[in-house]
C-alpha cells in the first residue's frame, strides 16, 4: 500500500494485514483518552491507546490541573460550601454560552458527584483546603477554588455561588512543565495499566478506515514515517485534542486567535476533527474559544480595566477567562489596567501565583497626565474614574457590579498597563457528539464505531468558560466514549 497525507477514509477491503488489532482503539493519551481507556477496558474490552508523543499525559498533564465539578462534592462538603446539581446548571447554562448543550450541561452536573468520586477511587488526591483569593491557580496545593466566576457579576445573582475547581493535590507545581494535571493523569494512567491497557507511542493517525457498511474498523497511522494499520473490532475513540495549532483551521474558524500566545500544545492540530469531517461528522461551535488574560488577577481586581476609548467594560474581578474573551472579542483586544500606588502594594503584599507584577508602561502624579501620556482621547480617562470613584466611595458598582470588598476610590499617584498583547487562548468547537460520546453525521444519526471526547469535540463550552472544564467533561465524557465502544457494538 502507497503513503498517503490524505484524511478521506481508506476502505478495509484494502488492508491485508493489520500492525495492531484490538476490541477498542483510542486515539490520543491525555485526559480523555485515559478515561476512554480505562472504563472500556472495565467493560471488557482489549484496549489498545496509540499516543503522538513518547509517553501519556498529553496537555492535561501539563495543565494546571482544575477539574470543573459541583453539585455537592465531597470535597464541596468537607470545607462548608452547599451546592447542588441544579444550582451548578443554572451557572454552567448562563456562563457557558451562548447555545449551551443543554443535555449536556445537565447530564454532566447531574453526574458530577459520582465523577469526582470515581476519581477519588482512582486514586487522584484532593486536599480539603480551600484558596480564596484572585489568583489563576492557588498559590498552594489547596484543593478547592473559584473557577469561573461564580461569586461575582453577573453570576453571583443567577445562582448561588460555589466554589467548583477542584485542584488535585501536588506540591513544587510548574505550570507548562508539571503542574496539578500531572498529579489527575499520573494516577489514571497507573490504573489503565493495571487493567492491560496496552500503549504504542509516537503513532500519529492520519485516517480512518472503514468497511462496507461505513462502520469505523480501524486508523491508518504513521510511526517514524513508516505507515502503520490498526484494527479496531469494536471502536474508535478520538481523543486527540483541539486545533488550536491548526494555522488553517484557527484562520477559517477563530481568526482571532490568529498569532496569539496559544494556550495548548503543538499536538493539538485538529487531525481528529478532520478525520471524522472527511466521514460527514457534523461540527459544532467552530468559533468559541477559551481566551485567557495574562495578567495576574490580585493585581486586577484593584483597579479598573478600560478599553481604547478609556471607559470601562467589565467588572475587574470576575474570571480572568471573561476578562480574555470580553478583551479580545469585544473591545478589538483594547485593554489597560489603571491602578493606584496603594492597590498595587497591597496587590505585592498577597501571595499572588505570580511572583511578581511588570512595571507599569506609564506613571503619573495626576490623571489627566496619565491620560495624555497614554494617548487616550482628553477627558475619557478622566470621566470614567470620576464616575468610578463617585460611586467606590460608598463602597459600590452599579456600572457593572464588582463586589465592595474589591470598590475603592483610585488616589494618586496612578499608573496605567498596557494589556493589549495579554490575550491567548485555546479552541472550543470541535466535532458534535451525543450523551454517549458517539460522533454524529451531518444526518445527526451516530457513525458507527466512532466516538470522542475532550477537545477534539464541542462539550460543554461554547463560548464562554471556567477553569477546569476542559478536564471535566474530557475525563467525563471520556469515560462514556471508553464504556459506549466496548458495549455498542459486539461483533456476531
Known amino acids: 500500500m502507497t503513503e498517503t497525507t490524505t484524511v478521506r477514509p481508506l476502505d478495509a477491503d484494502a488492508v491485508t494485514d493489520w500492525d495492531f488489532s484490538a476490541d477498542v482503539v483510542v486515539a490520543g493519551y491525555g485526559i480523555a483518552g485515559v478515561c476512554a481507556a480505562i472504563e472500556a477496558a472495565r467493560a471488557g474490552a482489549e484496549v489498545l491507546v496509540l499516543e503522538r508523543t513518547g509517553g501519556w499525559g498529553g496537555a492535561a498533564a501539563m495543565a494546571g490541573g482544575f477539574i470543573y465539578l459541583g453539585g455537592g462534592t465531597a470535597l464541596q462538603k468537607a470545607l462548608g460550601f452547599e451546592d447542588s446539581p441544579e444550582n451548578m446548571e443554572k451557572f454552567m447554562t448562563a456562563a457557558l454560552g451562548p ?87 499520573k494516577p489514571l494512567a497507573e490504573v489503565a495499566e493495571k487493567l492491560g491497557v496496552r500503549a504504542e507511542y509516537d503513532v500519529r493517525i492520519q485516517r480512518l478506515i472503514v468497511d462496507d457498511d461505513d462502520r469505523v474498523v ?10 502503520v494499520l490498526v484494527h479496531a473490532r469494536r471502536g474508535v475513540v478520538l481523543a486527540t485534542g483541539s486545533f488550536t495549532y491548526n494555522r488553517e483551521m484557527i484562520e477559517n474558524y477563530v481568526p482571532r486567535l490568529l498569532d496569539r500566545p496559544d494556550s495548548a500544545t503543538e499536538e493539538h492540530d485538529g487531525i481528529g476533527i478532520r478525520v471524522a469531517q472527511a466521514l460527514g461528522a457534523q461540527l459544532a461551535h467552530m468559533d468559541a474559544a477559551e ?86 482621547p482628553e477627558g475619557t480617562l478622566q470621566t470614567t474614574v470620576e464616575v468610578y470613584n463617585r ?41 458534535k457528539t451525543d450523551l454517549h460520546s458517539r460522533v454524529l453525521h451531518v444526518s445527526g444519526e451516530p457513525i458507527p464505531g466512532l466516538y470522542a471526547a475532550g477537545r477534539c469535540t464541542s462539550g460543554v463550552c461554547t463560548g464562554g468558560y471556567a477553569s477546569g472544564t476542559s478536564l471535566g467533561d474530557g475525563s467525563f465524557f471520556g469515560r462514556r466514549a471508553g464504556r459506549a465502544s466496548a458495549t455498542d457494538y459486539v461483533p456476531g
Open 291 to 376: 481566551v485567557a488574560f495574562f495578567a495576574d488577577p490580585q493585581v486586577v481586581a484593584r483597579g479598573i480595566v478600560v478599553n481604547g476609548r478609556g471607559q470601562r467594560y467589565i467588572n475587574e474581578d470576575t474570571y480572568g477567562g471573561r476578562v480574555g474573551q470580553a478583551t479580545l472579542n469585544q473591545q478589538d483586544n483594547q485593554a489597560y489596567l489603571i491602578l493606584d500606588e496603594q492597590g498595587l502594594e497591597e496587590a505585592q503584599a498577597t501571595e499572588s501565583t505570580v511572583s511578581s507584577f511588570r512595571r507599569p508602561n506609564w506613571a503619573a502624579e495626576t490623571l489627566a497626565e496619565l491620560e495624555a501620556d497614554m494617548g487616550l
Open 391 to 431: 460611586h467606590a466611595a460608598s463602597g459600590s458598582d452599579p456600572l457593572l457590579g464588582k463586589k465592595p470588598e474589591w470598590v475603592r476610590p483610585l488616589g494618586t499617584p496612578l499608573a496605567g498597563f498596557d494589556l493589549r498583547e495579554q490575550t491567548g487562548g485555546f479552541t472550543l468547537g470541535g466535532l
Open 99 to 185: 447555545c449551551v448543550d443543554k443535555a449536556k450541561v445537565h447530564d454532566y452536573c447531574q453526574g458530577s458527584v459520582a465523577h469526582f468520586d470515581w476519581l477519588v477511587e482512582q486514586g487522584v488526591p484532593f486536599k480539603e483546603e480551600f484558596w480564596g483569593e484572585p489568583g489563576w491557580e492557588p498559590a498552594h496545593d489547596e484543593g478547592l477554588m473559584y473557577s469561573g466566576g461564580e461569586n461575582s457579576a453577573p453570576f453571583l445573582d443567577i445562582a448561588t455561588p460555589a466554589p467548583r475547581g477542584h485542584l488535585p493535590q501536588m506540591s513544587n507545581k510548574r505550570t507548562g512543565e508539571r503542574g496539578g494535571g500531572y498529579m489527575l493523569m
Open 218 to 227: 480501524g486508523v491508518v497511522a504513521k510511526r517514524y514515517g513508516k505507515q
